[in-house]
Protein backbone atom coordinates (compact mmCIF):
# COMPACT_ATOMS: atom_id res chain seq x y z
CA UNK A 1 0.00 0.00 0.00
CA UNK A 2 1.24 3.49 -0.44
CA UNK A 3 -0.17 7.04 0.35
CA UNK A 4 0.73 10.03 -2.01
CA UNK A 5 -0.08 13.39 -0.03
CA UNK A 6 0.10 16.43 -1.83
CA UNK A 7 -1.24 20.11 -1.56
CA UNK A 8 1.03 21.66 0.40
CA UNK A 9 1.94 25.22 0.27
CA UNK A 10 2.61 29.00 1.34
CA UNK A 11 -0.15 30.54 2.45
CA UNK A 12 -0.93 33.71 4.16
CA UNK A 13 -2.59 33.37 7.56
CA UNK A 14 -6.40 33.60 6.69
CA UNK A 15 -5.99 31.68 3.91
CA UNK A 16 -7.01 27.99 3.00
CA UNK A 17 -5.58 24.73 1.70
CA UNK A 18 -6.53 21.78 0.68
CA UNK A 19 -4.43 18.63 1.04
CA UNK A 20 -4.84 15.20 -0.61
CA UNK A 21 -3.93 11.73 -0.13
CA UNK A 22 -4.34 9.14 -2.46
CA UNK A 23 -4.05 5.17 -1.44
CA UNK A 24 -2.89 2.90 -4.04
CA UNK A 25 -2.56 -0.76 -3.69
CA UNK A 26 -5.80 -1.86 -1.22
CA UNK A 27 -9.54 -1.53 -1.42
CA UNK A 28 -9.55 2.27 -0.10
CA UNK A 29 -13.27 1.84 1.78
CA UNK A 30 -11.40 -0.71 4.09
CA UNK A 31 -9.38 2.40 5.83
CA UNK A 32 -9.93 4.70 8.45
CA UNK A 33 -8.04 8.27 7.34
CA UNK A 34 -6.14 10.59 9.27
CA UNK A 35 -3.60 13.05 9.27
CA UNK A 36 -1.28 14.23 11.58
CA UNK A 37 1.65 17.09 11.15
CA UNK A 38 5.32 17.92 12.69
CA UNK A 39 6.29 21.42 13.07
CA UNK A 40 9.98 21.87 13.26
CA UNK A 41 11.42 21.07 16.89
CA UNK A 42 8.04 19.36 17.95
CA UNK A 43 6.58 15.95 18.22
CA UNK A 44 4.18 14.59 15.72
CA UNK A 45 0.87 15.45 16.44
CA UNK A 46 -3.07 14.37 15.41
CA UNK A 47 -4.90 16.53 13.41
CA UNK A 48 -8.03 15.23 12.26
CA UNK A 49 -9.35 11.31 11.56
CA UNK A 50 -12.17 10.12 9.68
CA UNK A 51 -13.40 6.33 10.81
CA UNK A 52 -14.32 3.55 8.84
CA UNK A 53 -17.65 2.82 7.96
CA UNK A 54 -18.94 5.34 10.65
CA UNK A 55 -17.96 8.28 9.14
CA UNK A 56 -17.81 9.68 12.73
CA UNK A 57 -14.82 12.61 12.45
CA UNK A 58 -12.41 13.67 15.44
CA UNK A 59 -10.34 16.55 15.57
CA UNK A 60 -7.64 18.19 17.39
CA UNK A 61 -8.90 21.06 20.05
CA UNK A 62 -6.79 23.18 18.12
CA UNK A 63 -8.01 22.89 14.57
CA UNK A 64 -12.11 22.34 15.05
CA UNK A 65 -14.25 24.26 13.04
CA UNK A 66 -11.24 25.55 10.73
CA UNK A 67 -10.23 21.89 9.42
CA UNK A 68 -12.31 18.84 8.08
CA UNK A 69 -11.59 16.06 7.04
CA UNK A 70 -13.21 13.98 4.30
CA UNK A 71 -13.19 11.16 1.51
CA UNK A 72 -14.12 10.10 -1.75
CA UNK A 73 -14.03 6.64 -2.31
CA UNK A 74 -14.37 6.46 -5.53
CA UNK A 75 -11.02 8.14 -6.02
CA UNK A 76 -9.31 6.27 -3.44
CA UNK A 77 -8.73 10.07 -2.08
CA UNK A 78 -8.48 11.51 1.68
CA UNK A 79 -9.03 15.34 2.15
CA UNK A 80 -8.52 17.58 4.72
CA UNK A 81 -10.03 21.09 3.75
CA UNK A 82 -8.09 23.70 6.25
CA UNK A 83 -9.66 27.37 6.74
CA UNK A 84 -8.69 30.23 8.43
CA UNK A 85 -5.09 29.39 8.88
CA UNK A 86 -2.54 30.45 11.34
CA UNK A 87 1.11 30.81 11.28
CA UNK A 88 1.15 27.80 14.00
CA UNK A 89 0.03 25.72 11.27
CA UNK A 90 3.41 25.38 10.02
CA UNK A 91 4.24 21.92 9.81
CA UNK A 92 4.93 18.79 7.44
CA UNK A 93 1.13 17.19 7.16
CA UNK A 94 1.39 13.65 6.81
CA UNK A 95 -1.74 10.96 6.07
CA UNK A 96 -2.13 7.77 7.28
CA UNK A 97 -4.30 4.64 6.84
CA UNK A 98 -5.71 2.12 9.53
CA UNK A 99 -7.59 -1.05 8.06
CA UNK A 100 -11.09 -1.13 9.43
CA UNK A 101 -10.20 1.62 12.23
CA UNK A 102 -13.61 2.80 14.21
CA UNK A 103 -14.18 4.03 17.27
CA UNK A 104 -12.69 7.28 18.95
CA UNK A 105 -9.30 5.70 19.76
CA UNK A 106 -7.71 4.22 16.97
CA UNK A 107 -5.82 7.23 15.89
CA UNK A 108 -4.34 7.59 19.15
CA UNK A 109 -1.26 5.69 18.70
CA UNK A 110 0.04 6.92 15.82
CA UNK A 111 3.16 4.54 15.50
CA UNK A 112 0.74 1.70 15.23
CA UNK A 113 -1.10 2.88 12.32
CA UNK A 114 -0.77 0.48 8.93
CA UNK A 115 0.41 2.94 6.73
CA UNK A 116 1.80 6.51 5.91
CA UNK A 117 2.19 8.50 2.91
CA UNK A 118 5.39 10.98 2.73
CA UNK A 119 4.35 14.10 4.16
CA UNK A 120 3.30 17.71 2.33
CA UNK A 121 4.47 21.22 3.61
CA UNK A 122 2.60 23.29 4.84
CA UNK A 123 3.67 27.21 5.72
CA UNK A 124 1.17 29.91 6.66
CA UNK A 125 2.74 33.04 6.87
CA UNK A 126 1.84 36.05 9.25
Known amino acids: VQLQACGGGLVQAGGSLRLSCVVY????????MAWFRQAPGKEREFVAA????????YYADSVKGRFTISRDNAKNTAYLQMNSLKPEDTAVYYC????????????????????WGQGTQVTVSS
Open 96 to 115: AAQFRGFGSTWFEKDDELDY
Open 25 to 32: GRTFSNYA
Open 50 to 57: LSWSSGSR
